[in-house]
């Protein structure tokens, strides 16, 4: 049987300040009894072992003692406690390191965003519906009866056709092509062509006229010269009519309106650019443009800018229309079609047409509607420059 003496620590067999004192097994359970003499023996050895097992085989540095007594506490103090995250107190370095690279996680701004948009649109159904409604029931006060005509006007596949497919696909309820529209750099219209946009089901046409034309090449007009495009918005030119460069308008062309009247003339000239070609149009371009602008300025027509494409140069608003304003992207390169036209770009609005989508989108069309609406304001504008003002009152 073994008696323990002292607190027992023992790490891989030995023994520190404990002793232990084996005696025989004894045969029955009542104590064993022995003379004086040997009691006095006995009682000298035991003195003289627990001396010498007491004492330790070997003697540890200062410091690995403090280390290990200090971890002894601790670990008992863990256990006690039951406390998981009190494995990290034992090494307080340690918790202050993880501590300190906890940071607040915020939602970084998408790339190519700004904080606030630069133009206020309401992305909301009410938008809509109330743009659909003011478009439909445009009516101008000038010559009851005429309709604003506006023209398309712009190098080869920067969308003009897509445009005019894509307004009339909100008015429709779905995606359609009115317009035959290219996909290579060859312009798919050759005519001009009148386009009426029409309302929803059941109700009457709209007071817009979306006209197509040709569009403009790379280093000259390929099928367009300057006197035919002057020709389209003084109203001579007649629907259908195939333009050549060989042949431009005359008198003597079928079909030429020699007394053309209001409801013949453009009202509103719309340039069409595409947004990922800015960089890309040569210097002649932009002589073109503006040399069309001052001429088309002269016979008293407004014109505006239409910046096509947009999902192209910015993936942020590809993904989400409504970031369209708040993108730096597209804001440059509306300074970008400024400079190109020579014009300011209040006159510019960016849209994005339906193409590859089988779908309306509410906030596509809230873009699209806009743009028509930002249209009609400055076609408005030549119908009240050019109402005949009143001579006096009648005198009866």
Known sequence: MEKPFGKPASIGGFSFGTCTLVTAPTTSSQPTVGTAAEDAVS??????????????????????????????????????????????????????????????????????????????????????????????????????????????????????SSFVSSVQSVFNGRVTNRAMVGSSSISFTKKLQSFNIHGQKGEDPTGLVLCDIVGLGGEEMVGLTLHDILSVIKGHVPEGHKFSPDQPVRSETVGYVKRPSLKDKIHCVAFVVDASKILTYSKRFSITFQNLREHISDLGVHQVALLTHIDKICPETAKDVTQVYKSHIIRDTMSKAGDLLGMSTSYIVPVKNYSSELDLDKDTDVLLLSAVDHILQYADLYFQDNTPQDAGPKII
Not at 69 to 77: F, S
Not at 93 to 107: L, Y
């Open 43 to 160: 009682a000298s050895i035991f003195a003289s072992s627990t001396e010498r097992e007491n004492k330790p085989l070997f003697t540890l540095p200062k410091k690995i003692r403090i280390a290990a007594a200090v971890g002894i506490k601790q670990d008992q103090g863990s256990r006690c406690n039951h406390n998981p995250q009190s494995r990290s107190n034992r090494n307080p370095w340690r918790a202050v390191r993880r501590e300190s690279t906890k940071t607040v996680e915020k939602k970084p701004r998408a790339q190519g965003t700004l904080e606030s948009p630069w133009r206020d649109v309401e992305w909301t159904e009410e938008q809509r519906t109330s743009l659909m409604k003011t478009v439909s029931s445009y009516r101008q006060s000038c010559d009851e009866g005429t309709q604003a005509r506006v023209l398309l006007l712009g190098p080869v596949g920067s969308g003009k």
